[in-house]
């Protein structure tokens, strides 16, 4: 079965940093673009950032834009979300992403296109 297994949330001060991290199981995802969706508490799921194979692109919501960095390590099938200078609105389940098909792109994962695994989640709590 495929997996997709999120790890290094918790809780943070204001201003603060974490890395979460995603572990896919199952499946070699090396060929595909990969993201994070987060999910506040009583909001909709919201996508956050997306990477293509081999990491030569990126897409963030503008709300992230140079506070957040995507980043993969296709020999240990991780995707990375280093988060920095976080604030109370960040707070949320953040949740990795992975499409059924390699031919899916930025567009079509913000779009939650082909989207077929989703992880649990990882919260993160982000205290004013």
């Known amino acids: 079965q495929v997996q997709l297994v999120e790890s290094g949330g918790g809780l943070v001060q204001a201003g603060g940093s974490l890395r979460l991290t995603c572990t896919a199981s199952g499946r070699t995802f090396s060929d595909y673009t990969m993201g994070w969706f987060r999910q506040a508490p009583g909001k909709e799921r919201e996508f956050v950032a997306s990477i293509n194979w081999n990491g030569d692109s990126t897409l963030y919501t503008d709300s992230v834009k140079g506070r957040f960095t995507i980043s993969r390590d296709n020999a240990k099938n991780t995707v990375d979300l280093q988060m920095n200078s976080l604030k109370p609105e960040d707070t949320a389940v953040y949740i990795c992403?992975?499409?059924?098909?390699?031919?899916?792109?930025?567009?079509?994962?913000?779009?939650?296109?082909?989207?077929?695994?989703w992880g649990q989640g990882t919260l993160v709590t982000v205290s004013s």
């Open positions: 992403v992975a499409p059924s098909t390699p031919v899916a792109g930025h567009g079509d994962i913000a779009r939650t296109s082909y989207l077929e695994y």
